[in-house]
């Protein structure tokens, strides 16, 4: 076997293994939509485990984790910072669904 | 440094720099498209949510997982297929690179035949963007347009590959080309892992 041959099949040894984990983490996922718990739960719990798949897909898939820390670190802060941004409504949801205080 | 670098004060343009962190510009242009993108599905997403926590009537319209699990088994097997394609890129396999990428393109127009499937079941049983039978009819505004936008993209990435796999395989495009298309292939990917559990998973009959 080549060199290249040894990288290539040693490459894709890796991806299975990460592929195998993202398949475990999404089965995880449907196990927890029929556990008996209530909404708000069952959705952290859900969104815990799609960051820890999609962190795994952008660092491993993606090759992030290969790139330069300095680019690692622009892709992960910036995005962060706008999707944190975009959470500013979430009161005023919750206000739709009990009226308070505006209503009253 | 040639004049041309120069400006009138003759500081350099920077024309001579390398490119930012080092990544190869068609790759940072990818990343700077996925990141936008990431920008307005999370929109969407939000929208979504905020509508879902904020209506009473909520409806939870699935019965069953089964094809929602296939749909993401398809799809996560497709970022392997074309992982898999690039390596075979790199390492110079021609001929497995184009038949891992055509592979991937299989995959994407099976997930997106099931996904229309699904689509049509639920408009046969009187969903439509305007109402449904269950519950509020913001449920089918925000269902269509998040699952939507994400069809739009697998349809896209379809296309992508079987252009860039045919110009690959014709000598026109390179490794770096696929590299490329693959980023925007697991970010379609990545997306779906939050789709699943906002959208379907939560809204599920119990």
Same mark, same amino acid.
């Given at each position: 076997?080549?060199? *290249? ?7 894709? /040894? ?9 398949? *475990?983490? %999404?089965?995880? @996922?449907?196990?927890? %939509? ?6 708000? @739960? ?5 969104? *815990? ?19 330069? /820390? ?16 975009? @959470? ?6 919750? /206000? ?9 | ?7 009138? !004060?003759?500081? #350099? ?8 962190? #080092? ?26 949510? =905020?509508?879902? $926590?904020? &209506?009473? $009537? ?5 019965? #069953? ?7 993401? =088994? ?13 390596? #075979? ?31 049509? !079941?639920?408009?046969? !049983? ?16 925000? =269902? ?29 495009? $390179?490794?770096?080309?696929? !590299? ?22 939560? $809204?599920? &009959?119990?």
């Amino acid at each position: 076997m080549t060199t *290249a041959e040894e990288h290539k099949s040693s490459g894709i /040894r890796k991806d299975l293994i990460v592929y195998v984990c993202l398949l *475990a983490l %999404a089965g995880l @996922q449907f196990v927890i %939509a029929y556990q008996n718990i209530d909404a708000s @739960q069952m959705f952290t719990r859900m969104l *815990a485990v799609a960051i820890v798949e999609a962190g795994l897909a952008e660092l491993f898939f993606m090759h992030l984790w290969s790139e330069k /820390r300095a680019f690692l670190l622009f892709v992960v802060i910036f995005t962060v910072a706008v999707l944190l941004g975009m @959470q500013y409504g979430w009161t005023d949801s919750f /206000r739709m669904v009990t009226g308070a205080p505006f209503s009253k | 440094m040639s004049q041309a670098d120069l400006t009138m !004060e003759g500081h #350099s343009t920077g024309l001579t720099v390398g490119p930012a962190f #080092s990544i190869p510009t068609k790759k940072l242009a990818m990343w700077l498209f996925i990141i936008a993108d990431t920008m307005t599905f999370a929109a969407c997403l939000v929208a979504y949510g =905020f509508l879902r $926590n904020g &209506t009473p $009537n909520w409806p939870r319209p699935f019965h #069953s997982i089964t094809n929602v699990a296939l749909m993401t =088994f398809i799809l996560l097997t497709s970022s392997l297929t074309m992982l898999i394609g690039l390596r #075979s890129a790199r390492s110079g396999d021609k001929a497995g690179a184009f038949r891992w990428i055509m592979i991937t393109a299989v995959l994407g127009i099976v997930f997106a035949l099931l996904h229309i499937r699904e689509w049509l !079941e639920l408009i046969d !049983e009187g969903m439509t963007m305007f109402k449904n039978p269950w519950g509020t009819g913001l449920f089918g505004a925000s =269902f269509f347009s998040v699952t939507g936008l994400h069809l739009t993209h697998v349809t896209c990435g379809v296309i992508a590959l079987i252009a860039v796999g045919v110009r690959y395989k014709g000598g026109r495009y $390179n490794a770096d080309d696929i !590299e490329v298309l693959g980023l925007y292939w697991h970010f379609v990917d990545l997306v779906w892992m939050f789709v699943v559990p906002l959208v379907y998973l939560l $809204n599920l &009959t119990h």
